[in-house]
């Protein structure tokens, strides 16, 4: 008799269902291992960029572009930044993530300091420019 390998869903991050075809244990722990290792395990959020603790001069450079509130990537990932975590963010294009590193990073400069303090590589050419 020709055994069939079983079909399991399992929840995927974002919602959608993902079907296992013929996975032993082992391979069910390990993706459950990683489904847990890549769950967002931040909760704090914060509405105003005057609620993030920011330098005097960072706040005025960024109401000076006209930036009046921070987009929900910006809510969520400067503070870990600042708080010296590392960090890993994924957002659409446009939502504000070169924003939030940005923001994150001037923060942690001391304007004092003729020394680097900061680098940014930029896989991406727009950004780059």
Do not use: C
């Amino acid at each position: 008799m020709e055994s069939k390998p079983d079909t399991q869903p399992n929840q995927a991050t974002d919602g959608e269902m993902v079907l296992t075809k013929g996975m032993n244990e082992e391979e069910k722990k390990k993706e459950q291992e990683d489904n847990d290792y890549l769950k967002p395990n931040w909760d704090e959020s914060v509405d105003r960029f005057d609620d993030m603790g920011l330098k005097e001069e960072v706040l005025r450079g960024i109401y000076g572009y006209g930036f009046n509130k921070p987009s929900p990537i910006q809510m969520k990932g400067i503070l870990p930044v600042i708080q010296g975590h590392d960090t890993i963010a994924q957002a659409q294009s446009g939502t504000g993530k070169t924003g939030a590193f940005t923001i994150a990073t001037l923060q942690a400069i001391d304007a004092a300091s003729n020394h680097t303090q900061a680098l940014i590589v930029s896989p991406v050419r727009e950004l780059a420019l």
